[in-house]
């Protein structure tokens, strides 16, 4: 499935997936700035990429609770030392809502 006309906030990615201060958040900033090469200098770039899986890459189901039907969407990124998964997790509330994104991690290299 694809995800169409998804919000990627921009305050989320910028204060809290690449925020090295942030309580929860400051391991993601760690591993984004030393795998893909990504800081808060060049957001842009994590935003990109998120676009570029949405057009590239398909949605897996992955369950449904209370806040709506959740996706996954593993996309391969060149890193600083090879080639990285950017895993991001997205959230449809209803028919009519455009996917959110709820978060998104580096989760390993890939091969």
């Not at 990124?77 to 978060?103: D, F």
Request: aromatic content about 8%; hydrophobic content about 35%; charged content about 30%.
């Amino acid at each position: 499935m694809k995800l169409h006309n998804a919000e990627i906030p921009r305050q989320k990615i910028y204060d809290y997936c690449l925020d090295p201060d942030h309580p929860g958040g400051e391991h993601k900033a760690r591993v984004f700035k030393a795998a893909p090469g990504i800081d808060q200098a060049n957001a842009q770039r994590l935003i990109d990429l998120l676009r570029e899986s949405l057009d590239v890459e398909k949605a897996e189901f992955v369950r449904e609770d209370g806040f709506g039907k959740h996706y996954r969407i593993d996309h391969e990124v060149v890193g600083l030392n090879g080639n990285e998964i950017l895993r991001s997790l997205w959230a449809v509330g209803g028919a009519k809502q455009p996917p959110r994104l709820v978060t998104c991690f580096v989760r390993r290299r890939a091969k």
